[in-house]
């Protein structure tokens, strides 16, 4: 598991009330994995997600020195649905793409970014009528954001480094403001 699973993980568990969530599936039908799932048994909602997290390329596969986003991640969310709706026919569906830089190069660019998720996800709705929905950019951000609103209010240690990492930044930021004013405690 890497810090953007771990990240998609965490905020499946707390904005999506998720009892389970599950990281590198591996799909018994074809050779690969989910990067992470989540089961909300109470609402009945399965998420299956896809996480890349390149912080300086932005979302970049490449095959053949050729970027490969496309056809890479449409593979994976076209395994990931068949194996979802083999194993949870009774639940509802959410597929995400998770990934935090996404670039939008200039218009015109033989390569963008931005143009390949919503290739991605116009593939998958047209070939397969399911909705990849995609958490890039400000959507990460917000993501982020939710799981600081958790890391704020709690104090109990979380099993997640993600989420005590955040608690501690809150917490020591909190702390170093009342030393500021002069408070002690």
């Not at 299956?48 to 300086?56: K, M, S, T």
């Not at 935090?100 to 963008?112: A, D, F």
Request: some cysteine; overall charge neutral; proline content about 3%.
């Amino acid at each position: 598991m890497n810090i953007g699973e771990e990240i998609c993980g965490e905020w499946l568990r707390h904005a999506r009330k998720c009892e389970f969530v599950q990281y590198n599936l591996k799909t018994p039908d074809v050779q690969g994995e989910i990067d992470v799932i989540g089961i909300n048994l109470a609402e009945r909602v399965v998420y299956a997600c896809e996480v890349a997290v390149h912080l300086i390329t932005g979302l970049q596969y490449v095959k053949d020195n050729r970027p490969d986003n496309v056809a890479r991640l449409t593979m994976k969310f076209r395994k990931d649905i068949a194996y979802i709706r083999k194993a949870f026919p009774e639940y509802k569906h959410v597929f995400m793409l998770w990934s935090p830089v996404v670039k939008n190069q200039r218009t015109g660019s033989k390569y963008n970014q931005i143009e390949d998720v919503q290739r991605i996800v116009d593939t998958i709705k047209g070939e397969l009528d399911a909705v990849v929905e995609p958490v890039i950019n400000q959507n990460f951000q917000e993501a982020l954001d939710s799981l600081r609103a958790v890391a704020r209010k709690e104090t109990k240690e979380h099993d997640s480094s993600v989420v005590r990492f955040l608690q501690v930044e809150e917490h020591l930021d909190r702390h170093l403001k009342r030393l500021a004013r002069g408070e002690d405690g």
